[in-house]
C-alpha cells in the first residue's frame, strides 16, 4: 500500500465544491426547503447524507423530551411525535449559514465513500467507544447508495443471528469475511468524478499521499538476521510535512484498510492474532518496550515489505 487518503485534500475540495454550490443556489433563494435538498447535487448520495444528519438531529432533540408532568414513553405520544416529524419533514426550510456546513460535510463523506470506501466503512462499524448498535447501523444503511452491498450483507448476518449490539471487532472482522467471500471491489468511480467535476474540477490523484521509499539498510558481511530495531533505525524518519504526530492509542487510529492489511500481510489472517498484539503493544511503556515485544513474537516478519514499515511507522508514531 504505497497510497494514504488525505483528509485535508477532500475537505479542501469538499469546501470549494460546496462554496460554489451555495453561491449558484442561494443568488436569489434566503432558503432551501426539503425537496430542494433532494435534488441539491448531481451527486444523489451528497442530498441523502444531508437528510440522513437532519434527522439525526431530530432524533437527538426528541431525545431530550423529559418533563415531570408529561410521559414522552406512551404509546400514543410516540406516535404523535413521529406524525410530528413527518410533518416536520415536509417544512424544512434551511438558510445559507447553516446548510453550508451540512452541506461540507456531506461531500467530504460521499468522497470518503467514493474513493476510500474501507475508511467509511470504519466509520460506520465502530460504534461509539467501539460499540455497534445494529439498529443505527440499519438506520445509516438507509441513507447509503455507494459501495453499500457487503454492508447489507453484514446486516443480513446480524439480523439472522438476532444480534443487537456487539463490539466494532467483532463486527469487522464480520465485515473482513464477508469481503472476502464476496470479492469485494468497490464501484467504478469515473461516473462520480464526472458528475463532480461539472460544478468543481476534481483530480482524485489529489486525494492520495504518496509515501516515502524506504531506504533499504546497506549489505552487511556477516549473515545474521538484523533485528526490527535495526530495520526501524533504516527508515526514514517523517518529518512535521509528513503530519508526523504522536498518537495516544494505536487500536483508535487504525483505519479498516490498515486493518484488514496488517492482519492479512503480517498476522496471517488472524485478526484475534492482530488484536491482541494491538492491544499488546499499547500498553507498552516505552518504544523499546514495544520492540521487545515484537522481537518475541514477531520476529520472523519481512522488514522490506510496505506493511511493515507502515505497521512499525504507527508505532513509532505512538511512542515517539
Do not use: C
Request: charged share 30%; proline share 4%.
Amino acid at each position: 500500500m504505497d497510497e494514504k487518503i488525505s483528509l485535508e485534500a477532500i475537505a479542501l475540495y469538499s469546501n470549494a465544491y460546496a462554496e460554489k454550490m451555495l453561491k449558484k443556489f442561494f443568488a436569489n433563494k434566503s432558503n432551501v426547503t426539503g425537496q430542494e435538498i433532494l435534488m441539491f447535487s448531481d451527486v444523489q448520495q451528497v442530498n441523502l447524507f444531508i437528510i440522513r444528519d437532519l434527522f439525526k438531529t431530530w432524533k437527538e432533540e426528541t431525545k431530550k423530551l423529559k418533563s415531570p408532568f408529561f410521559d414522552y414513553e406512551k404509546t400514543e405520544v410516540k406516535e404523535a411525535l413521529e406524525t410530528f416529524m413527518n410533518v416536520l419533514s415536509k417544512n424544512i426550510s434551511i438558510d445559507r449559514e447553516h446548510f453550508a456546513p451540512l452541506l461540507k460535510k456531506s461531500v467530504s463523506q460521499t468522497l470518503l465513500a467514493i474513493f476510500n470506501p474501507y475508511d467509511y466503512f470504519s466509520i460506520i462499524i465502530s460504534g461509539i467507544n467501539n460499540n455497534m448498535n445494529v439498529d443505527t447501523f440499519r438506520e445509516e444503511l438507509k441513507y447509503l447508495r455507494i459501495n453499500k452491498a457487503p454492508l447489507e450483507k453484514l446486516l443480513h448476518h446480524f439480523d439472522e443471528k438476532k444480534v443487537k449490539e456487539l463490539s466494532g471487532n467483532e463486527a469487522f472482522a464480520m465485515l473482513d469475511h464477508i469481503l472476502e467471500e464476496v470479492n469485494f471491489t468497490p464501484e467504478d468511480v469515473d461516473g462520480y468524478i464526472g458528475r463532480f467535476s461539472s460544478v468543481e474540477p476534481l483530480n482524485p490523484e489529489t486525494f492520495y499521499m504518496k509515501k516515502p521509499e524506504p531506504v533499504q539498510p546497506a549489505k552487511q558481511e556477516n549473515t545474521e538476521r538484523s533485528t526490527i530495531n535495526d530495520s526501524l533505525a533504516t527508515q526514514p524518519k517523517p518529518t512535521v510535512a509528513d503530519n508526523f504526530k504522536k498518537i495516544d492509542s494505536i487500536k483508535n487510529r487504525l483505519t479498516i484498510n490498515q486493518k484488514f492489511m496488517f492482519t492479512k500481510v503480517l498476522f496471517h489472517g488472524d485478526f484475534e492474532l492482530f488484536s491482541k498484539a494491538i492491544d499488546d503493544l499499547d500498553r507498552q511503556d516505552d518504544m523499546p518496550g514495544a520492540l521487545r515485544y515484537l522481537e518475541r513474537l514477531y520476529d520472523e516478519w519481512d522488514r522490506e515489505s510496505e506493511e511493515f514499515h507502515e505497521f512499525m511507522e504507527m508505532v513509532e508514531k505512538r511512542f515517539s
